[in-house]
């Protein structure tokens, strides 16, 4: 099939991996929450050949990635589990980390829940879960294209939206993970790095 293709993962890839690289030091395995095209999983892979990187997604999105994956023949990148927060059984891990791109927004908010759940039974402790995408603060937007894009994202499914981190950090904490860096990133847009305690 052809490869899936997303702009903004070529435009975020190399500002997210500059924020990922150095925290993922030391890192043996790694599960990526939602990994949509594939192109995430097939660029950050292939800069970082000491981690496992193991996608995983809905059922609908594999042949997509699965391409990206042929295409690339890294070894250290796994093909995708099939992976809906909210109704697959969670691999038994321990993982040393987590990544999830541009998913807290599109995903509905019980989901959201679900997600920081499950990251936080198959972490190991002292493990890292790194949260990229837009986040309000205290309920206000951080600038008005966030604005004007959640506004979209409603219009389209009122499920979707972009996450307060107070709340985030709320359930969150309620799964065994803890806020310990918010990192600013291009076009209005954080790495939120969070961590379960050994």
Known sequence: MEKPFAQSCVENR??????LAPRVEGCETLIEIGSGTGQHAV??????????????????????????LDDAK???VN???MLDVLSD?????????????NTAHIMPEDAVVAMFGGIGRV????GIFL???????????????????????RQRNPSMGIRDVGW????????????VEDIEMPVNNRTLIWRKPG
């Open 14 to 19: 190399d500002p997210i991996f500059s924020v």
């Open 43 to 68: 660029y950050f892979g292939s800069g970082l050949p000491s981690v496992t990187w193991q996608t995983s997604d809905r059922q609908e999105n594999h042949a997509g990635i699965l391409a990206w």
């Open 74 to 76: 890294l070894s250290n």
């Open 79 to 81: 093909p995708p589990l």
């Open 89 to 101: 059984t969670w691999p038994d891990g321990p993982f040393d980390c987590a990544f999830s791109a």
């Open 123 to 126: 972490l190991r402790p002292d």
């Open 131 to 153: 949260l990229y995408g837009p986040f309000n603060y205290d309920g206000r937007f951080t600038a008005p294209s966030n604005a004007r894009f959640d506004a979209s994202l």
């Open 168 to 179: 985030l950090r709320r359930i969150a904490e309620s799964a065994g993970l803890f806020l």
